[in-house]
């Protein structure tokens, strides 16, 4: 995924949830999963970074405050946390060969901690009677978000 941020100019001023002169997206399938989101008409509400999730990392033992990627309420009622991350981060990593170790136990870290993440906001959500999902790039494309190759 190649990394780049901005600011995102909301169109439907009455459909985001927060400070809608300060819309941050910190990746590209953020800023496209963000225009889904204004533009989608089924789409009552939505949000970036709106929810604080608060929760302890397995990797310091720590607590600590989640901002979840997106907040969703569709017309139906229904109401997600979104967080967007690739596959790749999403599956716990191998040591291959020719990996150097330091990159390996960075990638350790990183899992540890979106998986410390990730219950924290399962347990939040199911409290509310609220989803949590993951979106990879695989999740945005079958909802039909168009990624950059």
């Not at 989101?37 to 990797?59: F, H, M, V």
């Not at 720590?62 to 979104?82: Q, T």
């Not at 870290?109 to 993951?134: D, I, P």
């Not at 494309?141 to 168009?146: V, W």
Request: charged content about 30%; proline content about 3%.
């Amino acid at each position: 995924m190649k990394y780049y941020k901005g600011k995102y100019k909301i169109q439907n001023l009455n459909k985001y949830v927060g400070d809608h002169k300060n819309v941050i997206f910190r990746s590209h399938w953020e800023r496209q999963a963000f225009r889904w989101c204004d533009q989608n008409p089924n789409i009552k509400k939505w949000g970036s970074e709106c929810l604080i999730i608060p929760y302890r990392c397995a990797t310091d033992g720590k607590h600590h405050r989640y901002f979840v990627d997106l907040y969703i309420e569709f017309n139906d009622g229904k109401k997600y946390c979104i967080e967007i991350k690739p596959e790749q981060q999403t599956k716990q990593p191998e040591m291959k060969r020719g990996k150097r170790k330091d990159r390996f136990l960075q990638e350790c870290l990183t899992y540890a901690k979106n998986q410390s993440k990730w219950a924290a906001a399962q347990q939040f959500c199911q409290k509310r009677g609220m989803h949590f999902e993951v979106w990879t790039e695989h999740t945005l494309k079958g909802l039909g978000i168009k990624l950059l190759t």
